[in-house]
Protein backbone atom coordinates (compact mmCIF):
# COMPACT_ATOMS: atom_id res chain seq x y z
CA UNK A 1 0.00 0.00 0.00
CA UNK A 2 1.38 3.25 -0.86
CA UNK A 3 2.34 5.65 2.07
CA UNK A 4 0.38 8.71 2.41
CA UNK A 5 0.51 11.84 0.27
CA UNK A 6 1.62 13.35 3.56
CA UNK A 7 4.38 11.63 4.82
CA UNK A 8 7.80 12.93 4.94
CA UNK A 9 10.78 10.25 4.90
CA UNK A 10 12.78 12.40 6.77
CA UNK A 11 12.01 14.50 9.93
CA UNK A 12 11.11 18.40 8.64
CA UNK A 13 12.66 20.23 11.45
CA UNK A 14 16.53 19.50 10.44
CA UNK A 15 16.13 21.60 7.59
CA UNK A 16 14.90 24.54 9.26
CA UNK A 17 17.59 23.77 12.14
CA UNK A 18 20.51 24.16 9.20
CA UNK A 19 18.40 27.51 7.09
CA UNK A 20 18.43 28.97 10.27
CA UNK A 21 21.83 28.25 11.57
CA UNK A 22 23.26 29.42 7.92
CA UNK A 23 21.39 32.61 7.72
CA UNK A 24 22.70 33.28 11.37
CA UNK A 25 26.23 33.07 10.18
CA UNK A 26 25.62 34.98 7.18
CA UNK A 27 24.25 38.00 9.19
CA UNK A 28 27.37 37.80 11.86
CA UNK A 29 29.50 37.70 8.32
CA UNK A 30 27.78 40.32 6.60
CA UNK A 31 26.95 42.51 9.51
CA UNK A 32 30.46 42.77 10.67
CA UNK A 33 32.38 42.65 7.45
CA UNK A 34 29.81 45.79 5.71
CA UNK A 35 30.70 47.62 9.45
CA UNK A 36 34.37 46.98 9.93
CA UNK A 37 36.00 47.87 7.12
CA UNK A 38 33.87 51.01 6.09
CA UNK A 39 35.16 52.24 9.39
CA UNK A 40 38.30 51.54 8.95
CA UNK A 41 38.74 53.17 5.60
CA UNK A 42 36.97 55.63 6.44
CA UNK A 43 39.23 56.44 9.73
CA UNK A 44 41.99 56.19 7.21
CA UNK A 45 40.65 58.93 4.48
CA UNK A 46 40.85 61.46 7.29
CA UNK A 47 44.40 60.57 8.01
CA UNK A 48 46.22 59.39 4.92
CA UNK A 49 45.92 61.20 1.17
CA UNK A 50 46.53 57.96 -0.62
CA UNK A 51 43.68 55.20 -2.15
CA UNK A 52 46.27 52.80 -2.48
CA UNK A 53 46.96 52.78 0.94
CA UNK A 54 43.31 52.67 2.00
CA UNK A 55 42.89 49.86 -0.33
CA UNK A 56 46.09 47.63 0.45
CA UNK A 57 44.99 48.47 4.86
CA UNK A 58 41.49 47.50 4.00
CA UNK A 59 42.34 44.57 2.41
CA UNK A 60 44.09 43.20 5.01
CA UNK A 61 41.58 44.04 7.50
CA UNK A 62 39.33 42.05 5.20
CA UNK A 63 41.76 38.85 4.92
CA UNK A 64 42.60 38.85 9.16
CA UNK A 65 38.71 39.64 10.00
CA UNK A 66 37.88 36.66 7.32
CA UNK A 67 40.07 34.51 9.36
CA UNK A 68 39.13 35.87 12.67
CA UNK A 69 35.74 35.41 11.86
CA UNK A 70 36.03 32.39 11.01
CA UNK A 71 37.37 30.93 13.79
CA UNK A 72 35.92 32.22 15.68
CA UNK A 73 32.55 30.56 14.26
CA UNK A 74 33.98 27.53 14.61
CA UNK A 75 35.32 27.34 18.30
CA UNK A 76 31.81 28.34 19.38
CA UNK A 77 30.67 25.66 17.27
CA UNK A 78 33.20 23.14 18.97
CA UNK A 79 32.37 24.15 22.14
CA UNK A 80 28.87 23.70 21.46
CA UNK A 81 29.76 20.02 20.92
CA UNK A 82 31.74 19.16 23.08
CA UNK A 83 29.47 20.67 26.52
CA UNK A 84 27.10 18.64 24.95
CA UNK A 85 29.09 15.64 25.09
CA UNK A 86 30.10 16.24 28.62
CA UNK A 87 26.79 16.89 29.72
CA UNK A 88 25.85 13.56 27.78
CA UNK A 89 28.62 11.42 29.48
CA UNK A 90 27.21 13.19 32.82
CA UNK A 91 23.37 11.94 32.59
CA UNK A 92 24.92 8.54 31.43
CA UNK A 93 26.75 8.40 34.66
CA UNK A 94 24.04 9.44 36.99
CA UNK A 95 21.61 7.45 35.43
CA UNK A 96 23.67 4.12 36.36
CA UNK A 97 24.95 5.48 39.93
CA UNK A 98 21.82 7.19 40.99
CA UNK A 99 18.93 5.99 39.04
CA UNK A 100 16.16 6.59 41.91
CA UNK A 101 17.09 10.25 42.19
CA UNK A 102 16.92 10.67 38.02
CA UNK A 103 13.34 8.58 38.05
CA UNK A 104 12.19 11.12 40.58
CA UNK A 105 13.55 13.95 37.96
CA UNK A 106 11.73 12.28 35.53
CA UNK A 107 8.33 12.30 37.83
CA UNK A 108 8.87 16.30 38.64
CA UNK A 109 9.69 16.80 34.80
CA UNK A 110 6.36 14.90 34.00
CA UNK A 111 4.49 16.62 36.83
CA UNK A 112 5.27 19.91 34.86
CA UNK A 113 3.29 19.18 31.79
CA UNK A 114 0.62 18.12 33.79
CA UNK A 115 0.22 13.81 33.58
CA UNK A 116 -1.99 12.44 36.18
CA UNK A 117 0.11 10.42 38.67
CA UNK A 118 -1.21 7.58 37.23
CA UNK A 119 -0.23 8.44 33.85
CA UNK A 120 3.48 9.38 35.45
CA UNK A 121 4.43 6.11 36.79
CA UNK A 122 3.51 4.22 33.75
CA UNK A 123 5.32 6.83 31.49
CA UNK A 124 8.74 6.73 33.78
CA UNK A 125 8.19 2.62 33.73
CA UNK A 126 8.84 3.20 29.56
CA UNK A 127 10.98 6.12 29.83
CA UNK A 128 13.20 4.48 32.46
CA UNK A 129 13.61 1.36 30.18
CA UNK A 130 15.66 1.69 28.05
CA UNK A 131 18.79 3.92 29.33
CA UNK A 132 19.40 6.00 26.02
CA UNK A 133 16.18 7.11 25.67
CA UNK A 134 16.09 7.81 29.19
CA UNK A 135 19.33 9.94 29.04
CA UNK A 136 17.22 11.56 25.84
CA UNK A 137 14.65 12.40 27.51
CA UNK A 138 16.78 14.05 30.48
CA UNK A 139 19.05 16.00 27.85
CA UNK A 140 15.90 17.69 26.34
CA UNK A 141 13.48 18.58 29.20
CA UNK A 142 16.01 18.58 32.08
CA UNK A 143 18.78 20.28 30.65
CA UNK A 144 17.18 21.88 27.24
CA UNK A 145 19.95 20.80 25.19
CA UNK A 146 19.51 19.23 21.61
CA UNK A 147 22.58 17.39 20.13
CA UNK A 148 24.47 20.03 17.76
CA UNK A 149 25.27 18.93 14.45
CA UNK A 150 29.29 18.12 14.22
CA UNK A 151 29.57 19.27 11.04
CA UNK A 152 28.10 22.62 12.09
CA UNK A 153 31.14 24.04 13.44
CA UNK A 154 33.28 23.64 9.62
CA UNK A 155 30.17 25.08 8.09
CA UNK A 156 30.25 28.09 9.98
CA UNK A 157 33.73 28.97 9.48
CA UNK A 158 33.01 28.77 5.96
CA UNK A 159 29.76 30.93 5.78
CA UNK A 160 31.44 33.43 8.18
CA UNK A 161 34.16 33.92 6.80
CA UNK A 162 33.06 34.48 3.04
CA UNK A 163 30.32 36.71 4.57
CA UNK A 164 32.86 38.92 6.03
CA UNK A 165 35.13 39.02 3.47
CA UNK A 166 31.99 39.77 0.76
CA UNK A 167 30.56 42.25 2.91
CA UNK A 168 33.95 43.79 3.42
CA UNK A 169 34.35 44.36 -0.56
CA UNK A 170 31.73 46.74 -0.79
CA UNK A 171 32.81 49.68 0.80
CA UNK A 172 36.59 49.09 -0.55
CA UNK A 173 35.18 49.12 -3.98
CA UNK A 174 35.01 52.77 -3.77
CA UNK A 175 38.23 53.60 -3.63
CA UNK A 176 39.13 51.36 -6.65
CA UNK A 177 37.35 53.39 -9.07
CA UNK A 178 38.18 56.86 -7.65
CA UNK A 179 41.07 59.18 -7.65
CA UNK A 180 41.42 60.63 -4.07
CA UNK A 181 40.53 58.92 -0.31
CA UNK A 182 37.68 61.69 -0.02
CA UNK A 183 36.34 60.86 -3.01
CA UNK A 184 36.21 57.42 -2.28
CA UNK A 185 35.33 58.10 1.00
CA UNK A 186 31.94 59.92 -0.40
CA UNK A 187 30.80 57.00 -2.47
CA UNK A 188 32.16 54.28 -0.06
CA UNK A 189 29.56 56.11 2.28
CA UNK A 190 26.74 55.80 -0.28
CA UNK A 191 27.22 52.60 -1.86
CA UNK A 192 27.42 50.93 2.64
CA UNK A 193 24.40 52.99 3.91
CA UNK A 194 22.74 51.45 1.20
CA UNK A 195 23.49 48.16 1.23
CA UNK A 196 23.42 48.00 5.30
CA UNK A 197 19.39 49.73 4.86
CA UNK A 198 18.89 46.50 2.37
CA UNK A 199 20.67 44.07 4.55
CA UNK A 200 18.72 45.55 7.89
CA UNK A 201 15.84 45.14 6.11
CA UNK A 202 15.58 41.97 5.20
CA UNK A 203 17.17 40.74 7.81
CA UNK A 204 14.68 42.10 10.40
CA UNK A 205 11.91 40.99 7.08
CA UNK A 206 13.53 36.96 7.34
CA UNK A 207 14.19 37.65 12.02
CA UNK A 208 10.24 38.84 12.17
CA UNK A 209 11.34 41.91 13.35
CA UNK A 210 10.14 45.39 11.96
CA UNK A 211 11.74 45.80 8.93
CA UNK A 212 12.10 49.74 9.14
CA UNK A 213 13.66 49.94 12.61
CA UNK A 214 16.07 47.63 11.63
CA UNK A 215 17.13 48.81 8.23
CA UNK A 216 17.71 52.33 10.06
CA UNK A 217 19.61 50.66 13.20
CA UNK A 218 21.61 48.72 10.93
CA UNK A 219 22.72 51.88 8.72
CA UNK A 220 23.19 53.82 12.11
CA UNK A 221 25.73 51.94 13.59
CA UNK A 222 27.53 52.09 10.51
CA UNK A 223 27.34 55.57 10.16
CA UNK A 224 28.59 55.62 13.70
CA UNK A 225 31.06 53.74 13.50
CA UNK A 226 32.34 55.22 10.29
CA UNK A 227 32.39 58.87 11.66
CA UNK A 228 34.11 58.06 15.02
CA UNK A 229 36.64 56.54 13.07
CA UNK A 230 36.76 59.68 10.48
CA UNK A 231 36.73 61.90 13.45
CA UNK A 232 39.78 59.75 15.40
CA UNK A 233 41.83 59.97 12.77
CA UNK A 234 41.55 63.52 11.48
CA UNK A 235 42.19 64.39 15.24
CA UNK A 236 45.72 62.79 15.32
CA UNK A 237 46.70 63.79 11.48
CA UNK A 238 46.69 67.22 12.25
Same mark, same amino acid.
Given at each position: ????????????????? %????????????????? %????????????????? +???????????????????????????????????????????????????????????????????????????????????????????????????????????????????????????????????????????? %??????????????? %?????????????????????? +??????????
Amino acid at each position: MAPPAHSHPHPHPEDHL %TSSAMLQDIVIGLSDGL %TVPFALAAGLSGAVQSS +ALVITAGLAEIVAGSIAMGLGGYLAGRTEVEHYEAELAREYREVQELPDVERAEVRDLLAEIGLSEATRELAVQELTADPGQWVKFMMKYELGLEKPDPRQAPKSAATISLAYAAGGLIPLSAYFLTSTPTEGLLWSAVI %TLVCLLLFGYLKSRL %TGQPPITGALKMAGIGALAAGA +AFFVARQFSE
